[in-house]
C-alpha cells in the first residue's frame, strides 16, 4: 500500500482548474477504493466550462499506437473526448441536448432535427452482440516481465531475460450473459494479450486445466447443454439443469473437468486468488531449432483460494459485481494483482506423450510432481481500464495468435480453436478490421497488404497491396528465419486413413478424475459431494440422476454412495475397476499460507465505543497493504475533533460476504433503523446482545471460517453469538494489537477447523 492515496497527487492538481482552490473535502479515507471520479463534486451543478476531467490516478487506456502498429507518442488523452462544450459526432457545438426540435412547445417533432437522429441512432447501437461464451467478464493492464528462464527453450523475444512487455487481461466466466452475476459455480476465462515487439501473443487460457472435450467439434454440444433451456431461457449462468447433467453423463469425457467445477475451484475468491492455465500444449522452438512442448500456467502470488457456496449464492444476489469490483478496488489502493507465469516442459517426442498421458489430450494433466512448473516471468496488473466498452468488451482474443518461438500442435480441440475465433470477431466487432479497434492493436510494425473492409481505419498509401510487385519498390518483403519470421515447425505428420476417430488414448475419462478426488483434503471433498448433490436435485430427470451417479461409481465409491444418499437413490456399482492412480497434492488449496495484500477488513463499531481504537486499527489495516471497511448504525462520520472516521458500511448495507475477516470495536448499540418493516434482518425474534443485524453479521463470518476479533466488550458479543473466547479464530485484544493475529489466520484463507468432515 502508498502511504498515500494515489489518486490524491492528481486530485490536489486538478482541483485548481475545477474548482479555482481547493478540492472538495474526501474525508479521511485516503486508501479506501470506490472513489468515482479524482475530485470530489461540488454540491451544486457547475456551470463554468471546463475541460473533461483526466482519468484516476488507477486508471489506464490503450497504448497510443497507429492502426499499423506504429507508436504515435500522443498523450491518451487523444484518444478520449476533448474540448469544454458539448458537439455532435461531427464536433459542431450543441446548445441543448434536452428538448427535441419542434413545431412549438407542444408540437409535433421535426424531422430536421439532426442532433435527435444522431444521438438515438447512436444510443440504439451502443450494444453489440455479446460474446457466446466469456460474455461476463472484466479486464485490466498491466506488464509483464521475463525472468529469462524461457530463454533455453523458446526464441520468443519477450521471453528474454529482463524484457517488459504491456498486457491486457481478461477474466470471465463461461456460460452467463453479461448482466449475470460474478460468482456462480462456472469455469473462468484467464485471457492474456502480450503487446510484444514481435507481434500479438494470446494466452486464451481458463481457471481449470482441462475441458469438457477432447474435440473442437464437441463444443457446440457443450454450450448448448450448459446455457439456459431454449424454451425458457432459465436458469441463467448456471449448470444446475437438467440439459448440462443429461450431456455430461452421457459425454464421460467431460467427467474430469466437472469434478474440477463442482470443486471449490468453480467459485474463486476473486480473480486475484485464481490460477490459471494454457489448457493446451503448445510447442516452444528455440534459436537452435529445437522444439520442446509445453504447458502453460499461471500461479497466482496470493494463492488459489474460494469462495464457500453459501457465500457464493448470498453474493449473487447482494453484490453480483463482486469479483470485478475485487479487481478494480484492489488495483486503485495500489495492492497490484500478480501471477508468475510457469511452464512444464516435456521431451517433443514422436508419440507426443510423457509419463503414459497423452499430451494432446485437453481433458488430461500432467501432475507436477511429475513435472514441475518452472517459473518464467512475473504478471503485475497495476491499471484498471478507462472505459468498459473500448477495453474490456471491445478486446479480441485468439489462440492462433502466435509469436517465433511459440507453435501449435495437433491437440484437435486447439486445432478447433484456432478456426473458430476469427468467425466470432467478425461477427462481434462488425468486419474484419477489429485488430485496429486501439485494444488490439500490435505494438510492432504492420504491413499486411489487406485493404478496406468496415471500419477501415488505417489510411494506406502506395498502389500495390499485392505480391510480387514493383510500382511500391518490391515493399513488402518476405522475412526469414534470421530476420523474425514466423515459421511453421516442420513436424512429420503421418499419412493415414481420413476417419472421424479419437486415438485409443482418449478412451480413459475416469483415472485423472479419481486423481483430482484422492488429491483433495477432507473438507474440500466434503465441498465436492454437496455440489454434486446440489446440482443434481435441481435436475428434474431421475434418469439423469441415476446416469450421473453411475459415472461418479467409475471414480470413487465414497464420493458415489454420499452423493446417493443427498439424492435418496441407490447406489450403482462400479462398471469399471477404481484407477489405481497415485494423488496429486499440488492440486489441494488448503495447507498453506499466502500473503494478505489487499484482503478487506471490516470494523464493527458506533458513535459510542472506542474511535481511538477504531483508527489505530483502521490504520495498521492500512499500513498492512489491507483495505479496513467502517460498519456503523448509520452512514456519515463518527468521532470529532480532527481525525473524524467516515462510515463505509452500515449495519443495513454491510453482510459478512464482503469481508475476509471482522473486527468488533466493543459491542455497539441498535440502530435506529433496527425493526422489521424499515431492515427485514433486523427482525430477528431472538434476543440479541446488539443490533440483530449485527448479530447476523458475526453469526455468519464465522459460519463461513472468517477469523473474527475484538475489544472493549465485544466479548458478550461473542458468547451471544454462542462463540468461545479463545477458539480458534476467535481472537481478543486490544485494538490494533489484534491485527497480528487476524493476518495469521487470514494467510490460511479460513480458519478450516471450523468445517469437520464427515467420518
Known amino acids: 500500500m502508498p502511504e498515500k492515496n494515489p489518486v490524491q497527487a492528481v486530485t490536489d492538481k486538478i482541483a485548481e482548474v475545477v474548482h479555482g482552490g481547493a478540492a472538495a473535502a474526501d474525508g479521511p479515507d485516503d486508501g479506501v477504493p470506490g472513489k468515482p471520479a479524482p475530485v470530489s463534486p461540488q454540491l451544486v451543478e457547475p456551470t463554468s466550462p471546463v475541460e473533461p476531467l483526466p482519468p484516476k490516478a488507477d486508471q489506464s487506456g490503450p497504448e497510443t499506437v497507429s492502426p499499423t502498429g506504429q507508436p504515435t507518442g500522443a498523450d491518451q488523452a487523444r484518444m478520449a473526448q476533448s474540448g469544454a462544450y458539448l458537439t455532435t459526432a461531427q464536433g459542431v457545438r450543441v446548445s441543448d441536448s434536452d428538448h427535441s426540435l419542434k413545431a412549438g412547445p407542444r408540437g409535433p417533432v421535426l424531422l430536421q432535427d439532426h442532433h435527435l437522429r444522431e444521438k438515438i441512432m447512436h444510443f440504439d447501437h451502443e450494444r453489440i452482440p455479446e460474446r457466446v461464451v466469456h460474455a461476463r467478464g472484466s479486464a485490466a493492464h498491466g506488464v509483464f516481465q521475463s525472468y529469462g528462464t524461457a530463454q533455453a527453450v523458446s526464441k520468443a523475444a519477450f521471453l528474454a531475460r529482463d524484457v517488459e512487455t504491456p498486457v491486457f487481461v481478461r477474466f470471465s466466466t463461461v ?6 452475476a460474478d460468482t456462480v459455480r462456472d469455469t473462468r476465462g484467464f485471457a492474456t494479450k502480450f503487446y ?15 475441458f469438457f472435450i477432447q474435440d473442437a ?9 450448459g446455457k439456459p433451456h431454449p424454451d425458457r431461457e432459465i436458469p441463467q449462468a448456471q449448470s444446475a439443469h437438467d440439459t448440462f447433467w443429461d450431456f455430461v453423463s452421457l459425454h464421460t469425457e ?30 516452444l522452438v528455440n534459436a537452435q531449432g529445437t522444439t520442446t512442448l509445453v504447458k502453460f500456467h499461471w500461479k497466482p502470488k496470493l494463492g488459489v483460494h474460494s469462495l464457500v457456496w453459501e457465500e457464493a449464492q448470498i453474493l449473487a444476489g447482494v453484490d453480483p459485481d463482486f469479483h470485478r469490483r475485487d479487481l478494480f478496488d484492489a488495483i486503485e489502493c495500489g495492492a497490484f494483482p500478480q501471477w508468475e507465469l510457469g511452464i512444464q516442459t516435456f521431451p517433443d517426442t514422436a508419440d507426443q506423450t510423457f509419463e503414459g498421458i497423452d499430451l494432446l489430450d485437453p481433458t488430461k494433466i500432467i501432475p507436477e510432481e511429475l513435472a514441475p512448473v518452472k517459473p518464467v516471468g512475473l504478471l503485475t496488473l497495476n491499471a484498471n481500464p478507462s472505459n468498459f466498452f473500448a477495453e474490456v468488451e471491445q478486446v479480441a482474443f485468439h489462440t492462433g495468435h502466435l509469436v517465433p518461438g511459440i507453435d501449435a500442435t495437433d491437440d484437435p480441440l486447439l486445432a478447433g480453436r484456432n478456426f473458430s475465433y476469427l468467425d466470432t470477431q467478425l461477427t462481434r466487432l462488425g468486419g474484419p ?45 518476405f522475412a526469414g528465419a534470421d530476420t523474425g519470421a514466423f515459421i511453421e ?25 479419481r486423481m483430482f478426488w484422492l488429491s483433495m483434503s477432507p473438507v474440500e471433498r466434503e465441498h465436492i459431494i454437496a455440489a454434486y448433490t446440489f446440482e443434481l436435485s435441481k435436475c428434474y430427470e431421475q434418469a439423469i440422476k441415476e446416469r450421473t451417479l453411475a459415472v461418479l461409481a467409475n471414480i470413487d465409491s465414497e464420493l458415489c454412495a454420499q452423493v446417493a444418499v443427498g439424492l435418496g437413490l441407490p447406489v450403482p456399482a462400479a462398471t469399471e475397476p477404481l484407477a489405481d492412480v497415485p494423488p496429486s497434492p499440488a ?17 464493527v463499531t458506533d458513535q459510542a465505543l472506542d474511535m481511538v481504537g477504531v483508527q489505530e486499527v483502521r490504520q495498521a489495516v492500512l499500513d498492512a497493504g489491507m483495505v479496513p471497511l467502517v460498519i456503523a448504525p448509520a452512514g456519515g462520520v463518527l468521532g470529532a475533533g480532527g481525525d473524524p472516521v467516515t462510515v463505509q458500511r452500515t449495519f443495513a448495507t454491510a453482510r459478512s460476504v464482503e469481508f475476509d475477516a471482522l473486527i468488533f470495536a466493543g459491542l455497539p448499540g441498535a440502530g435506529a433503523d433496527a425493526y422489521g418493516a424499515r431492515d427485514a434482518k433486523a427482525g430477528d425474534p431472538r434476543p440479541a446482545a446488539s443490533d440483530p443485524r449485527v448479530m447476523a453479521l458475526l453469526t455468519e463470518a464465522y459460519r463461513h471460517g472468517k477469523a473474527v476479533a475484538g475489544w472493549g466488550g465485544a466479548e458478550a458479543l461473542f458468547e451471544a453469538a454462542g462463540i468461545s473466547v479463545g477458539e480458534a479464530g476467535v481472537v481478543v485484544t486490544e485494538g490494533a494489537q489484534a491485527l497480528p493475529q487476524l493476518m495469521e489466520l487470514m494467510g490460511a484463507h479460513r480458519v478450516w477447523e471450523r468445517f469437520p468432515a464427515a467420518t
Open 217 to 225: 467439434i464437441k463444443f457446440p454440444d457443450i454450450i448448448h447443454a
Open 196 to 210: 510484444t515487439e514481435e507481434g500479438v501473443f494470446d494466452l486464451v487460457g481458463n481457471n481449470i486445466p482441462v
Open 433 to 477: 478490421n477489429f485488430p485496429q479497434l486501439p485494444i488490439n492493436r500490435t505494438h510492432a510494425p504492420v504491413n499486411d497488404m489487406q485493404r478496406d473492409g468496415m471500419h477501415q481505419t488505417a489510411v494506406h498509401r502506395g498502389v500495390a497491396p499485392y505480391k510480387p510487385n514493383s510500382l511500391d519498390g518490391g515493399c513488402p518483403f
Open 587 to 603: 492440486l489441494s488449496q488448503i495447507g498453506r499460507t499466502w500473503p494478505v495484500d489487499g484482503r478487506t477488513i471490516g470494523i
Open 175 to 180: 456460460l452467463g450473459s453479461r448482466g449475470s
Open 489 to 513: 515447425v516442420p513436424v512429420e505428420v503421418l499419412a493415414g486413413r481420413k476417419v472421424r476417430e479419437a486415438p485409443a488414448s482418449f478412451s480413459d475419462h475416469f483415472s485423472q478424475p
Open 254 to 283: 467431460a467427467s474430469h473437468h466437472t469434478l474440477w467445477n463442482m470443486s471449490d475451484r468453480g467459485i474463486p475468491r476473486s480473480y486475484r486468488m485464481m490460477e490459471g492455465f494454457g489448457v493446451h500444449t503448445f510447442r
